[in-house]
């Protein structure tokens, strides 16, 4: 389960299919950023609750746990563990802040995730050299129809080609209507870099300034 709308973890490997982005992400048009005072997806809240009670153990990176409705990922393990229950291990919390799990954790590291995260893979003897990431074409094909939406159904010409117009265009984006320019490509990590001055925490919302085709 992922917080951030960053998709760092994507960027690092971890399979898309496989990661629950339940307050929405930057780079799925299909999953617009869930404002302070919106609703999260319902099927994303149907798995969370789902991996809530399957956990046996939770690894709690990062987070504050500031009361989010996400909290209870890291909650419930703990909870589980202090009533004894067989097989649950509870939760670990790494980062630098407090948390209201300090004192009812498993364990409880206080450090940089980076820190923690190399002594680990050392421990296990894990390859951890970068790899550059591969460079992404200019134009792709995806699934998503023209008002921002996934459908499998259809297949849309993404143009990300410096210069090419862009414009959100999913009604739940908090930028919706913005329009934008490609200025190009970040040579180091890849990233294509819109004008519009939010439509980089949107980054696949594009409009009708491309080509659609629905069978």
């Not at 299919?17 to 994303?44: C, M």
């Not at 809530?52 to 909290?71: F, I, K, P, V, Y």
């Not at 921002?148 to 990300?160: A, K, Y």
């Amino acid at each position: 389960v992922q917080q951030n709308h960053d998709g760092l973890p994507q960027k690092a490997g971890f399979p898309q299919e496989k990661i629950n982005e339940i307050h929405g992400a930057w780079y799925d048009p299909s999953n617009p950023v869930v404002q302070f005072d919106g609703s999260l997806r319902t099927d994303l809240f149907q798995w969370m609750l789902d991996i809530e009670q399957r956990a046996d153990l939770c690894l709690c990176l990062g987070t504050s746990l500031s009361g989010m409705n996400a909290d209870r990922i890291a909650n419930t393990p703990s909870d589980k563990m202090l009533r004894g229950e067989r097989g649950v291990f509870g939760t670990v919390v790494i980062n630098l802040q407090q948390t209201p799990l300090d004192d009812s954790c498993a364990i409880r590291v206080w450090a940089r995730l980076d820190d923690a995260f190399e002594i680990l893979a050392r421990i296990l003897a894990l390859d951890t050299s970068l790899h550059a990431p591969p460079k992404m074409p200019a134009s792709v094909c995806v699934p998503y129809d023209e008002n921002g939406l996934l459908d499998l159904r259809c297949r849309m010409q993404l143009d990300l080609s410096t210069g090419a117009k862009i414009k959100v265009v999913n009604k739940h984006a908090m930028n919706k209507n913005w329009p934008g320019v490609i200025r190009g490509q970040d040579e180091e990590v890849g990233h294509f870099r819109p004008t519009a001055a939010l439509a980089c925490f949107e980054r696949l919302y594009w409009s009708s300034v491309l080509v659609f085709t629905c069978s």
